[in-house]
Structure formats: structure tokens, C-alpha cells
């Protein structure tokens, strides 16, 4: 635990603090809560959110003692006494009277300088905790950084002439005691001190302020910061043990199936602990079977700022001004969202950096969000170029102090310009006069834990409270942006060439069927094997690229490529070997699996299972004098390798580089001529009525990795479904025909943006329970929702495992999304009740749902 800011969060209150709360907490001591309101003060009141919330206790009344009262502010973060124990919280507001007989003050108030909270921010904490589906209390905690596990202290002092003031030898021995440390936790007081130790007593010596106390809120540490250690599959398990271990050894299969479907790459070993029994006698054998290796997390790398220069405002293209113009004088218009439509490497950087500079002359603050830092983001590296070290850098890799230190500089208007990933949509900015959200379209815009919200449409709601212009940037835009824009809500700006007219890469569909291919793991055709080799010939670099999700499992057939859709919802049938079945996972209609393909009468394949490993064994195999490195997952889970790969790169120190969807974005190498997408069925195929928009996005972006330079740059994507729409889409490299197309298929099916979505999704620890629940949990909503809403499911969730939960989905979706989202809330509130107390089930509502995996 690390105090959240030593200098601020820290308070002395001298003897006060504890007069009118009384006891001093103590875990063996019996609760008294109401012993102390017989003297509560007069003063105002106040409603207090409990960050975070206690139980089912969110929000309590409390009185603002005359002590605190020229600090404590609507917004202010506080803490409060709760039964024995103290905990932080955030006053919402004041109240004129109060339900609850006795009202205890507020011990202490941390902000100094002000509430953190503006009466902005809390709006947009009502609205969020309101449009998620969490309460005020989760809202809140959603915002403040690493607040999710705050724990207040308090700790003990002695004032100056303490000593000579106390005869009594039972006093003086507590304060003897005391005296010996600069502050003591009240906890260790009392397990060092034994019978000595008095409650009565204490509270006496701290009213006659002889003992100071202070309070101390700390956040626990993310575990990745301190280099969690890590366990993963590093090789499979040889084809002939499998066999073996299915059969002689299903608990040990059964771990190490776990461990290598793990979505994350990796498992921690406290939650193998928490999984399975003797979970380290298995680790021990699977060490021995040589299949896993250790490693520790840790924090997101961040380049150095060296590689940063100093930059001019660049001269600007037509489209670039007009964009530019247009944005420039909507700073004065209130709230003006815009939509920039830009292909890759058009400019758009530069549009955003004049914009923030008109708007930053206005005397105003600019928001800047992107997807992901953990690649220094060049829109990071651009703002810092040109606006300096003022700008505040909000990354995961800032320990909870820091991130304070962050919060408080930004809320005291010392910086005026933030910029971060999806959290920093609430870095406390005042006078805020844009948001600049890059890649509106990415998908890690979306938190998929806790209080499930979206940044760019947070970002969007948060400026609409501020009154102030936002531009949501992308070369391929989500269709919810784009239909927005298309239905004049967002003023469409487009920059429809690349700077210096350069050409956008040539893009070819290989088709792979009936071909012979490299590799038994993943197909490597010859015409892509030709390339690699033609550009190895010519010293330029070539990106090869696995679009690859897991767990998903399709099944294709190699001669003609027809994928096995379901009838109802549109998406790929999951594939489940042990059952030989097809599934849909939307509408968990069940089929046998064919057993030749139903359109040619081919024989049809399972998914495609192998990683990008595999994927560089061919390529070494193929290739031996090209200098070949590999940029996945794994490699991403060490930052100093992660970092040192990329360098190399870009410095072209390798001729090759294999990886996955980390690739597609940030970098400008501008050697890189060839790109080639192993098989672009694979993102194609998942399970979502939005695989056929990633892929699109995915194939654009990684096509735009493709000459930068001044050679044009060529882009192969193998497939065995060339005529898909989609892949002809993305090789035209027509974002509009695609979304058009795409659009009024939507439009059909009545997906987003047609309709809202709601998924909910019910996990347990037995399957069966899950199950259980989430039929009653459909049978519930349906009723509560009645014409207006459409229920989908129950289905088991595409993976159907996650650390330990069995998870089973309902997916809502009405034409209103406050019809989906009340009778969501609603059938929740009324499935809860019912549930047995030892049920071990949870009920994670998803709104705006970005992955239905
Ligand atoms: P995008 O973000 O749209 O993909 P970038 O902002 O990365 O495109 O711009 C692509 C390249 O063009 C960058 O190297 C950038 O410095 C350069 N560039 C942008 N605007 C101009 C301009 N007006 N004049 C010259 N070069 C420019
Ligand atoms: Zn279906």
C-alpha cells in the first residue's frame, strides 16, 4: 500500500477529528455506531458517496462539522466515519434535511486546493452511473484513478508537551508508547500495547489534544506494478502426450487447457490457486513436461521522451485548412461534435494540433484521448513535440501517487492539456474547449470490467455538459460514428488523400483455395513467399500479420470457403470438437457439425488454432538469411523486449516482422513496402455482427502501415473466401461502399446503429447454475420488456470458461436503448432476489457491448 499523495491527502486535525466521532476503530471492539451521535454537531449537511461503496452502502448523510467548514465543498473528497471504521468519500451534495436519526460529521477533507469534483465532472458521474447501469458510488470510483481500493488510515501522534501534561501512569504509558513513533496506525497501537490499550482512554487524549491524529487514504498498488509474476504455455504439449494426458491425466489436461486458451497469454499464480487444487504440484509438472515458462508483469513501457523533438506548425493542404477552419470556429459555438474522416497518413495530427493551439490561445483546455499509450501513441509524442512537457501524460504505467499528482495538477489548472488513454476522458479539466478523440473506431475505447462505459461516447456526453467542440477522428470510423455523421449529428470533415498525394498501397486478395501452401500450422502462399523474398532482395521491410482472437473456432472449407453461418443472427456458428457440434452463440441454436461442406460437398475444416509462432518457424524455414522478430501478446507482456523489437524496427534492423493486431497501429517506419495478412478469414469468422467491420478496420490499418516512404507499398491478404464483400471492400480500400454495404445489412438484421444492445452476462461456478440463471434472467426481462424488446438467447458465451466462471449470455436489443437498459437493471434487481444467498453468481450487464465473445 502506498499513501495516494503524501503531501495533500494527509491531514492534521489536531485533537478534533476524533472528539465528536468518539471511538477510535478497533476490530474487536463491540460496534456502537449510534453511542456518538448524542452530541452531533450542528452545521450543515451533506450527502457523501462512499468510494468506494461499502456493501450495499453507497451514498450516507453526514454533517460538516465547523472545523472543516470552510473546506469541505460539493465535490470534495472526504473521510468519513462508517459503524467503526473510516473510508473516503466524495460530497455530492448538500441537503436541507436528513431521514437518518443521527448524523455523524466528517472526520477530514482532502482537498485543500478545492474540490476535486466540479460540478461538471459530477454531472458526468451521475450520467455515467446512470447510462452503465452502476450506482453514483461506482461512477465515481470509476473515475478517480486507482480508487477501487482506497483504505483510509489513521494514525496516531503526540503534540510537543504531551509528557510533561500526562500523570496518570495508565495515560502515560500510551502516550510513552506513542511518542516512540512519528505516527503509529491505531491498529499497531493496540496489538503492541495488548491490555494496556484503551479505547476510553485514547478518545480522552486525543479530545485533550495530547494525541494528534491523522488520516491517510492509500490505494493498493496494481499488481503489475510490482512485476506480478506470470506463468504461460511456452511450447505445446508434444501430439503423442496428449493422447496420454486426456486420458491417464484429465486433471493435469485440464489445467494445462486452461492455461493455454487463457485469453490473456498468461495466468497469475493466484488465480491457477484459486482454480484449481494444488495447483503448484501441477505447475511442477508441467514444468517438468517442459511446456511453461515464468515470467513477471510489468508496467506499460513508455519510449523515452528523447525521441521527441520539438516541433513547427506545418504549412497546411486544402483539406487539412478546411478541416482546420471548420474546427477553428466551432471553438465558439458550444457544443459541436465533428467527425474527421481521414484516410491513413492524410494529416489528421496536424489538424488536431492547430486546433488545440487556436484553442489553448482562447484561454481554454484541450482533452486528447487515444486507444492505447503503451506504444506511445504518435499523437502523444506530436502534442508533446509541439506543446511541451507541459502537457499531462495519463498512462497505466503512473503509480496511484503519481496519478494523483497528475489528477491535482490538472483540477488546480496548472496544465491544459491532457492526454491519455480511455481512463483520462475524466482528468478533472476545467474550462474545457476541445476533445480530440484519435481511432474513435478502436476498440479499447471500451472497458470491459467493472462499469462497462465507452470513452469516445463518455467523451462525446462529457463534452455536450462542457459545451464544447469534439472531433472524433479515423480512417475507418465505426458505423455508429459514421451514421451519426451521415444523419447530420456530427459535422463530417474529410481528408481524403494522403499528404504529398502519396498513393494508398495496392491492395490483393490471394486466393488460397485448391492451392498448395507452406506450413501445416497456417497457410503461406507461394505468391506471398515470393514477395517476402523479392523484398528481402531489395533491403526493404515487410510486416506479416495474424489477425487471430483465440478462441473463436469456425469451421471452413478449404475448397470453396464457405464459412457455416447461423440462419437467425447472421454470425459464424462456433465450432465444439468434443461435440462435434455447430452453436450459435447469439441465439444458441445447436447443430451437428457436416460433415463435408454443405455447398460443394468438400471436406470442411476446423478452425485455424495456431499462433504466430508457428507462423515465424515457416518464415525461418523458408526465408533462413532474413532477420525475422515476432510482436505478440507474449512478447508485449515484457516491456524492455516489447520496446527493443520496435526500435529495431524501426530503425530496420529486421527484415521481417510477425504479429498481431498490435502491428496495425502507431508506426511510421517508412521502409516497410510489404505487408501480407496470413489469413484474413480468421477475424472474418468470429462470432459478432461486428467481425465483418473489425476486419475491414483491421485490414485498413494494417494496409496503411504500408508505404509510408517513397516506394508505394503492397498489401497481400490470403483468404479462402476472396469474394467476400467485406475483403473486396478493404481491397477497393473504400471505406464509404463498405459502410454503405454494411450499413443496410445492419439495417436488415437490426444491429447497432439501428438498435441497442444489452448484454448480459451471467457467470458462475457450475455451468449448470449459470445456465439456470441466465433462463430465468431471460424469461424475467422478456416479460419486463415486452413488444419493444428483443431478447436473443439464452446462449453459452463463445468462451465459455473465463479464470474459473462459466458464462452464459442474454443479449437485449430494442429500438430505444432505455427500454434495453431499464428492463436490464430491472430483471437483474428481481433475478438477484431470488438467488439463494450461498448462489455464487454474478450479473455483469454490458451496455453498447463492443464484443459479444
Ligand atoms: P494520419 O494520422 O492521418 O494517418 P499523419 O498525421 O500521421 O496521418 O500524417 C502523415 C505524415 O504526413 C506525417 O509524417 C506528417 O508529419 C506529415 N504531414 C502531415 N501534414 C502535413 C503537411 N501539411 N505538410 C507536410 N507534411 C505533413
Ligand atoms: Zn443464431
Not at 159 to 184: F, G, M, Y
Not at 722 to 729: A, F, H, N, R, T
Not at 762 to 784: C, G, I, K, P, S
Request: charged letters at 20%.
Amino acid at each position: 500500500m502506498l499513501p495516494l499523495d503524501g503531501s495533500t491527502m494527509v491531514l492534521e486535525n489536531g485533537a478534533t477529528a476524533l472528539s465528536s466521532t468518539g471511538k477510535p476503530a478497533e476490530p474487536s471492539e463491540q460496534p456502537d455506531p449510534h453511542a456518538v451521535g448524542t452530541s452531533a454537531p450542528e452545521g450543515p449537511i451533506v450527502q457523501v458517496a462512499l468510494i468506494p461503496a461499502q456493501g450495499n452502502l453507497d451514498i450516507l448523510d453526514y454533517v460538516v462539522p465547523e472545523s472543516l467548514a470552510h473546506e469541505v465543498a460539493v465535490g470534495s473528497r472526504v473521510v468519513v466515519p462508517l459503524g467503526r471504521r473510516f473510508v473516503m468519500g466524495v460530497v455530492i451534495q448538500q441537503v436541507e434535511h436528513s431521514a437518518a436519526p443521527h448524523l455523524r460529521p466528517i472526520s477530514a477533507c482532502l482537498d485543500h486546493n478545492g474540490p476535486l469534483f466540479d460540478p461538471l465532472l459530477l454531472e458526468l458521474a451521475r450520467w455515467l452511473g446512470e447510462y452503465y447501469l452502476g450506482s453514483l458510488s461506482e461512477a465515481i470510483a470509476t473515475m478517480i484513478p486507482s480508487a477501487i481500493k482506497v483504505r483510509v488510515r489513521r494514525l496516531l501522534s503526540t503534540a510537543p508537551s504531551a509528557l510533561t501534561e500526562v500523570a496518570d501512569p495508565k495515560d502515560r504509558n500510551i502516550v510513552e508508547h506513542v511518542a516512540r513513533h512519528a505516527w503509529i496506525p491505531v491498529p499497531t497501537l493496540r496489538r503492541q500495547l495488548k491490555e494496556a490499550f484503551s479505547t476510553a482512554r485514547l478518545e480522552r487524549l486525543c479530545r485533550q489534544g495530547i494525541l494528534l491524529v491523522r488520516y491517510q487514504a492509500e490505494a493498493s498498488v496494481p499488481a503489475e506494478r510490482q512485476g506480478l509474476r506470470i506463468v504461460r504455455i511456452s511450447t505445446p504439449l508434444p501430439e503423442l502426450e496428449v493422447e496420454v494426458w486426456m486420458q491417464r491425466r484429465p486433471a493435469l489436461w485440464r489445467f494445462y487447457e486452461y492455461l493455454y486458451h487463457h485469453p490473456s497469454g498468461y495466468a497469475t499464480l493466484d488465480e491457477l490457486q484459486a482454480n484449481f487444487p494444488s495447483a503448484r504440484a501441477k505447475l511442477r509438472l508441467l514444468e517438468e513436461a517442459g511446456v511453461i515458462e515464468w515470467d513477471r508483469l510489468a508496467p506499460e513501457p513508455i519510449l523515452s521522451s528523447s525521441t521527441e523533438t520539438a516541433s513547427q506548425a506545418l504549412p497546411l493542404t486544402a483539406h487539412q485548412s478546411e478541416a482546420v477552419r471548420q474546427l477553428r470556429a466551432s471553438l465558439h459555438e458550444g457544443f459541436v461534435p465533428f467527425l474527421l474522416f481521414g484516410v491513413t497518413g492524410s494529416g489528421k495530427t496536424e489538424v488536431y494540433l492547430q486546433t488545440a493551439e487556436a484553442c489553448l490561445s482562447a484561454g481554454k483546455t484541450v482533452l486528447a484521448l487515444v486507444p492505447e499509450i503503451s506504444l506511445t501513441h504518435q499523437l502523444v509524442t506530436a502534442l508533446r513535440g509541439r506543446f511541451g512537457s507541459e502537457v499531462a501524460l495519463l498512462h497505466s504505467g503512473l503509480s496511484p501517487r503519481e496519478r494523483w499528482q497528475q489528477w491535482e495538477r490538472i483540477a488546480s489548472g496548472a496544465v491544459h492539456l491532457a492526454v491519455g488513454a480511455r481512463s483520462a476522458v475524466f482528468a478533472p479539466l476545467r474550462n474545457l474547449g476541445l476533445i480530440i478523440v484519435d481511432e474513435e473506431h478502436d476498440g479499447a475505447y471500451k472497458q470491459e470490467e467493472g462499469l462497462r462505459y465507452h470513452a469516445r461516447d463518455v467523451a462525446v456526453m462529457r463534452a455536450r455538459l462542457a459545451n464544447c467542440t469534439i472531433v472524433l477522428g479515423s480512417a475507418t470510423p465505426s458505423l455508429e460514428s459514421y451514421y451519426n455523421a451521415r444523419r447530420g449529428r456530427y459535422r463530417l470533415l474529410h481528408l481524403p488523400e494522403r499528404i504529398d498525394t502519396r498513393p494508398l498501397p495496392t491492395v490483393e486478395l490471394i486466393d488460397l483455395r485448391g492451392t498448395r501452401v507452406h506450413g501445416r500450422a497456417l497457410p503461406l502462399s507461394q505468391t506471398l513467399c515470393s514477395a517476402l523474398e523479392f523484398n528481402l532482395a531489395v533491403k526493404q521491410q515487410s510486416l506479416l500479420f495474424l489477425n487471430r482472437r483465440g478462441y473463436a473456432r469456425f469451421l471452413q472449407c478449404l475448397e470453396c470457403g464457405a464459412v457455416m453461418n447461423c440462419a437467425n443472427c447472421s454470425v459464424s456458428l462456433t465450432y465444439h470438437q468434443r461435440k462435434a457440434a455447430l452453436q450459435c452463440h447469439h441465439c444458441g441454436r445447436t447443430t451437428p457439425a457436416p460433415r463435408c461442406c454443405p455447398q460443394c460437398g468438400g471436406t470442411a475444416v476446423a478452425a485455424w488454432s495456431a499462433g504466430t509462432e508457428q507462423v515465424e518457424q515457416v518464415v525461418r524455414a523458408l526465408l533462413p538469411h532474413a532477420r525475422v522478430a515476432r510482436l505478440d501478446r507474449d512478447v508485449a507482456a515484457r516491456p524492455k523486449a516489447l520496446l527493443e523489437i520496435l526500435n529495431h524496427w524501426i530503425a530496420g534492423n529486421f527484415d521481417i516482422l510477425i504479429g498481431t493486431q498490435m502491428v496495425t497501429k502507431g508506426h511510421h517506419v517508412p521502409n516497410v513496402t510489404l505487408v501480407g495478412v496470413i489469413l484474413a478469414d480468421l477475424s472474418r469468422n468470429l462470432p459478432d455482427f461486428r467481425s465483418s467491420e473489425r476486419t475491414f478496420q483491421l485490414l485498413t490499418q494494417v494496409a496503411g502501415r504500408a508505404g509510408r516512404g517513397d516506394v508505394p507499398g503492397r498489401v497481400l491478404v490470403q483468404t479462402y473466401r476472396p469474394e467476400d464483400p467485406v475483403l473486396q471492400w478493404a481491397a477497393s480500400q473504400d471505406y464509404e461502399g463498405f459502410a454503405r454495404y454494411e450499413l443496410s445489412h445492419r439495417q436488415e438484421l437490426a444491429y447497432p446503429p439501428f438498435s441497442r444492445l444489452v448484454l448480459a452476462r451471467v457467470e458462475a461456478r457450475h455451468e449448470e447454475e449459470a445456465q439456470t440463471v441466465a433462463h430465468q434472467f431471460a424469461a424475467t426481462v422478456a416479460a419486463l420488456g415486452g413488444h419493444a424488446l428483443q431478447v436473443l438467447g439464452p446462449a453459452p458465451a463463445p468462451l465459455l470458461r473465463l479464470r474459473g466462471w462459466y458464462r452464459w449470455q442474454v443479449l437485449l436489443r430494442s429500438t430505444h436503448s432505455a427500454i434495453a437498459r431499464r428492463s436490464a437493471a430491472h430483471a437483474r434487481t428481481l433475478v438477484r432476489e431470488r438467488l439463494s444467498q450461498k448462489a455464487h453468481v454474478r450479473i455483469v450487464l454490458d451496455v453498447d457491448p463492443q464484443s459479444l465473445l
